[in-house]
C-alpha cells in the first residue's frame, strides 16, 4: 500500500449505530488530519493529530470521537450521528519539515457515510 | 481571519481549449502558502502546487500554469488544451507559514467536454 487508505469506503449507518473510521498513511508523516466535505460548506478542518497528539478540534460535536494510537493510523468514532452527518470524510497526512513549517498535505480516497 | 474565494462555481468547456480557474484570498499573514488540489470523481484530493508566499514567480508544469499576484491577493490556475480527464473539482487553498491548518475555497466544478 501507498500514500493514504482508508476504509471503508462507503458506509451506511442508522442513527444508533457505533461506527469508525480508519485511516492509514504509508508516507511517514507525524501530522495527520480529518476533513469533512458536505454538498453545501467547503471542506472543514475537523481534527488535527500532530505526533500523535491532538492539537486541533475544530469545534467538532462530541459524537465524533478521533484516535491517534500511533503516527501512521488514525481513527475516527461515529457515534449517535445525525442525518446532516452524511458527508464525505476525508483523511491527509503532512510532514512537519522544521519548527513547525509543514509540507502539503496528503489526502486519502475518503469514506463517504450515509446517516439514515 | 483567513478566507479563499473560488468564484466560479463551474466552468465548461470544449477539449482542447484553454481555461482559467481564479482564486482570491485574504490573509493578513504576511508569509503564507498557497495551493491547489484536484479532486476527481474518485474523491481523493491529488496535491498539484504548493507556492511560498516569498515566491512571485509564475510557475509552469506541463499543461497547468500557475499566475501568483501578490497585489491582487490572486492565485490563479490555467489549464492549457484541456483534455477530458481534466474534468474534476479543482480547489484553492491557503495555510500559515508555521502552521498546518489548510483553509479551503468552496471549489469550482471544471466539465471538459469532447
Known amino acids: 500500500e501507498t500514500g493514504v487508505t482508508q476504509t471503508p469506503r462507503h458506509l451506511v449507518m442508522g442513527m444508533t449505530n457505533k461506527k469508525s473510521l480508519k485511516c492509514e498513511q504509508h508516507?511517514?508523516?507525524?501530522?495527520m488530519y480529518w476533513y469533512k466535505q458536505s454538498a453545501k460548506k467547503p471542506l472543514e478542518l475537523m481534527f488535527v493529530?500532530?505526533?500523535?497528539?491532538?492539537?486541533e478540534n475544530n469545534s467538532v460535536p462530541s459524537r465524533f470521537s478521533p484516535e491517534c494510537p500511533n503516527s501512521s493510523h488514525l481513527f475516527l468514532h461515529l457515534h449517535t450521528l445525525q442525518p446532516e452527518d452524511s458527508a464525505l470524510y476525508l483523511c491527509?497526512?503532512?510532514?512537519?519539515?522544521?519548527?513547525?513549517?509543514?509540507?502539503?498535505?496528503?489526502f486519502g480516497p475518503g469514506t463517504r457515510l450515509t446517516v439514515l | 481571519a483567513q478566507k479563499v474565494t473560488q468564484a466560479q462555481t463551474e466552468i465548461s468547456v470544449v477539449e482542447k481549449e484553454d481555461v482559467t480557474l481564479d482564486c482570491v484570498y485574504e490573509?493578513?499573514?504576511?508569509?503564507?502558502?498557497l495551493f491547489w488540489y484536484k479532486q476527481p470523481p474518485s474523491g481523493e484530493l491529488v496535491f498539484l502546487i504548493r507556492?511560498?508566499?516569498?515566491?512571485?514567480q509564475n510557475e509552469i508544469s506541463g499543461r497547468y500554469s500557475w499566475n501568483f499576484q501578490k497585489s491582487t491577493s490572486s492565485f490563479n490556475f490555467t489549464i492549457t488544451a484541456s483534455q477530458v480527464v481534466d474534468s474534476a473539482v479543482y480547489f484553492c487553498?491557503?495555510?500559515?507559514?508555521?502552521?498546518?491548518?489548510?483553509?479551503f475555497g468552496a471549489g469550482t466544478i471544471l466539465r471538459v467536454k469532447s
Open positions: 507556492r511560498n508566499s516569498f515566491d512571485e
Open positions: 493529530y500532530n505526533f500523535k497528539e491532538q492539537t
Open positions: 487553498a491557503l495555510s500559515e507559514l508555521y502552521g498546518n491548518k489548510l483553509v
Open positions: 508516507l511517514g508523516h507525524n501530522a
Open positions: 491527509a497526512s503532512s510532514q512537519d519539515e522544521e519548527r513547525g513549517r509543514y509540507n502539503e498535505q496528503f
Open positions: 490573509t493578513r499573514d504576511t508569509t503564507y502558502y
